[in-house]
Nanobody, 124 residues
């Protein structure tokens, strides 16, 4: 199970930090990612971590503004979002490697097997 938190409403140029706690799943050694989705739109990959936890990958739209990280001791990944723009408004989903459809974020392919329930981010 993946549970996101940290979403909310923020002004343009502001920051938010999202968290995703995994239970029943060990993030260490697995590829993890954040996606976002607007109603009626396809889910878009935003940021990802390689299986070592050292390699990071980003969509061009968020490079230099967002940072993904993980804390293995807490079995949690984070998404630090800075310099937020109205177009960053979306529901953000945590995703974990599994046996599902492969999706590409930057140079990394992740077969996504698990999704969180999503957390809403609104920038205005």
């Amino acid at each position: 199970q993946l549970v996101e938190s940290g979403g909310g409403s923020v002004q343009v140029g502001g920051s938010l930090k999202l968290s995703c706690v995994a239970s029943g799943y060990t993030i260490s050694g697995n590829r993890m990612a954040w996606f976002r989705q607007d109603p009626g739109e396809e889910r878009e990959g935003v940021a990802a971590l390689g299986s070592s936890g050292d390699s990071t990958y980003y969509a061009d739209s968020v490079k230099g503004r967002f940072a993904i990280s993980q804390d293995n001791a807490k079995n949690t990944i984070y998404l630090q979002m800075n310099s937020l723009k109205p177009e960053d408004t979306a529901t953000y989903y945590c995703a974990a490697e599994g046996s599902g459809r492969a999706r590409r974020i930057g140079g990394l392919w992740i077969p996504v097997g698990f999704w969180g329930q999503g957390t809403q981010v609104t920038v205005s």
